[in-house]
């Protein structure tokens, strides 16, 4: 997401100070008004919101192994779920919905070959499950 505008902060350090009277009787002189050593300095952003998304996106390699683990844990259970709906009978629109989004997640390289290659073997077995549940279209 994209914020475009200036800055709140900045406008508000460049507003203007003359003051009117209105039509009552009070008024300030702006020769009796304080003034101030230095003018009001605007904030300025270091990086911006680009740069805070970039370091976000930035992790180590420990840190994405351990969510590659973790989605590859979770599709399992899934896949463990899938088995016993079907030892019970027929398996419930959300066990498919957990399939689904369980291949979802798995989409992403963790940068360990080994563990990508599990990771791939886990999608493709929920994608063959999926497309097993899935209402076959005769025509």
Do not use: H, W
């Amino acid at each position: 997401m994209r914020i475009y505008g200036s800055n709140a902060t900045a406008q508000a350090a460049n507003a203007s100070t003359t003051r009117r009277a209105g039509s009552g009787g009070f008024s300030i002189d702006e020769s009796d008004a304080p003034k101030s050593a230095a003018p009001a300095a605007s904030l300025r952003t270091i990086g911006g919101i680009d740069a805070l998304l970039a370091l976000q996106g930035q992790d180590d390699p420990a840190e994405r192994r351990r969510r590659a683990v973790k989605r590859g844990r979770i599709a399992l259970d899934a896949l463990d779920e899938l088995k016993l709906a079907v030892l019970d009978g027929e398996p419930s629109p959300s066990t498919l919905q957990r399939l689904k989004s369980a291949t979802a997640e798995l989409r992403d390289s963790c940068g360990d070959q080994g563990l990508d290659s599990v990771l791939a073997e886990i999608e493709l077995r929920l994608e063959v499950e999926i497309a097993k549940m899935a209402p076959s279209r005769q025509g």
